[in-house]
């Protein structure tokens, strides 16, 4: 049966205060099992999740990382103000949100909003999420999954991808542990990113620029078995643990 | 207008030697642009991308890291026989491939294989995504676009996704630089890897286990500009030098 994935087109510019779930749903036939993925770019703007530039007065260190990095404190102020656990300085800020999630800029952006002005991502992406679904159940009756996608750069490969940041009526992971391969011999590739994947698609069918779509519909994905812990622990993730002994160390990478 | 993914199903187990995009072909209409994304697993058994362990005789270096990571001293001479640069080798070997793609054990795999054989990635992923596409426009006169993926670990976050390793028929990046944001600013983010985006939920679809589909059929999804550097160089690669420089300096991770 072939998967329909379907952008959600002709919506309006949004502001803070305006009801995404409402706009998404007017003009879609949603069906049980659909899962909405929605930019969260577009969902921190209806949350308010913006900050004026010249409201924010950058502490110490924000100063002394901007000066490396060759930001703007405030900027990296607002950075910080979002930042969990900061993993590089430079060339870069990369850090871990309070959500698990490691973005560059803790995924703070100064795209897509007025000059002055940056967007933050949803503090609590889970809780977006679970919070957009039920709001589909009210306006729709249908019961919908969804993915709260953010676009990132990631290791050894140039170029953004996008990913789930929250996800709500299914597990992040698929999980096979204990499935079989063709041969009947346990598999070694146990653990599957699903909501990355779907999000990874997503982005590219939003795409990024003045031909933006905010929200797309996956339909006829089927369901699958697994677990919630997309993030590594510190300590089991290598690359964290290098690229922090470098950064402790104050090596220049 | 809505996306269509179709997984290719009822296909065979594959045998070194067999017509891959003649199968896929047969029962499938394909459309002028169609993305068709074949797992490089499959693509290699019907290429003998395939050796058998007792014939495989390893040697000092492969010794040393098998006795670090405690695996089979063969299987890591096959390992660092598709090895261009070794980047770690421990916890696990992790090197990059002569394509350019960095993947643990350097994408050797001995699932979904007979016993006492492994499998290794096509050498040239490239020319094999043009090879196919070449092929599919002899068999049904259709004009499509190729994609051969594989799957990988990440940094960060837990699971593993599909990534391309080969493409032909379209570039691996669009490019954005130059376009402007809904507010009419320039982007900052301006390259977007689309490949694997598209290999990502290719990936999703084919699933991992007994119940795998081997290719997956993208149609509606446009066109782009870009380019194909795909991998970073090792001088621009962040993550690459931090792990490296603990690799080099012999700290565990």
Same mark, same amino acid.
């Given at each position: 049966?072939?998967?329909?994935?379907?952008?959600?087109?002709?919506?309006?510019? =949004?502001?803070?205060?305006?009801?995404?779930?409402?706009?998404?749903?007017?003009?879609?036939?949603? /069906?049980?099992?659909?899962?909405?993925?929605?930019?969260?770019?577009?969902? /921190?703007?209806?949350?308010?999740?913006?900050?004026?530039l010249?409201?924010?007065?950058?502490?110490?260190?924000?100063?002394?990382?901007?000066?490396?990095?060759?930001?703007?404190?405030?900027?990296?102020?607002? &950075?910080?103000?979002?930042?969990? #656990?900061?993993?590089? $300085?430079?060339? =870069?800020?990369?850090?871990?949100?309070?959500?698990?999630?490691?973005?560059?800029r803790?995924?703070? #952006?100064?795209?897509?909003? @007025?000059?002055? !002005?940056?967007?933050?991502?949803?503090?609590?992406?889970?809780?977006?999420?679970? @919070?957009?679904?039920?709001?589909?159940? @009210?306006? !729709?009756?249908?019961? &919908?999954?969804?993915?709260?996608?953010? !676009?990132?750069?990631? /290791?050894?490969?140039?170029?953004?991808?996008?990913v789930?940041?929250?996800?709500?009526?299914?597990?992040?992971?698929? #999980?096979?542990?204990?499935?079989?391969d063709?041969?009947?011999?346990?598999?070694?590739?146990?653990?599957?990113?699903?909501?990355?994947?779907?999000?990874?698609?997503?982005?590219?069918?939003?795409?990024?620029? #003045?031909?933006?779509?905010?929200?797309? &519909? =996956?339909?006829?994905?089927?369901?699958?078995?697994g677990?919630?812990?997309?993030?590594?622990?510190?300590?089991e993730?290598? !690359?964290?643990?290098?690229?922090?002994?470098?950064?402790?160390?104050? $090596?220049?990478?």
């Amino acid at each position: 049966m072939s998967i329909e994935v379907i952008p959600v087109e002709n919506l309006p510019i =949004f502001h803070k205060g305006d009801d995404l779930a409402e706009s998404i749903a007017s003009g879609f036939e949603f /069906s049980d099992g659909d899962i909405i993925c929605i930019a969260s770019s577009v969902y /921190s703007k209806t949350k308010g999740c913006i900050r004026q530039l010249d409201e924010i007065v950058p502490g110490e260190k924000a100063a002394e990382i901007a000066g490396i990095c060759g930001e703007d404190p405030r900027f990296i102020q607002a &950075v910080l103000d979002t930042t969990e #656990d900061l993993i590089l $300085d430079r060339p =870069f800020v990369l850090s871990q949100l309070k959500c698990g999630h490691v973005g560059v800029r803790a995924g703070v #952006d100064n795209s897509n909003v @007025e000059d002055g !002005t940056i967007i933050y991502l949803p503090p609590e992406p889970m809780e977006s999420a679970e @919070e957009m679904r039920e709001r589909f159940k @009210e306006i !729709t009756g249908k019961d &919908v999954r969804v993915i709260i996608t953010d !676009t990132c750069g990631r /290791s050894f490969r140039r170029g953004q991808t996008g990913v789930a940041i929250g996800w709500a009526g299914m597990t992040a992971i698929q #999980d096979f542990r204990g499935d079989c391969d063709l041969f009947g011999r346990v598999l070694e590739i146990t653990e599957e990113a699903v909501v990355d994947e779907i999000a990874a698609f997503a982005n590219f069918i939003m795409g990024e620029s #003045d031909r933006g779509v905010p929200a797309v &519909v =996956f339909r006829n994905c089927g369901s699958w078995k697994g677990h919630d812990e997309l993030y590594f622990r510190p300590e089991e993730d290598i !690359t964290r643990k290098a690229l922090k002994r470098c950064y402790m160390a104050g $090596d220049d990478l």
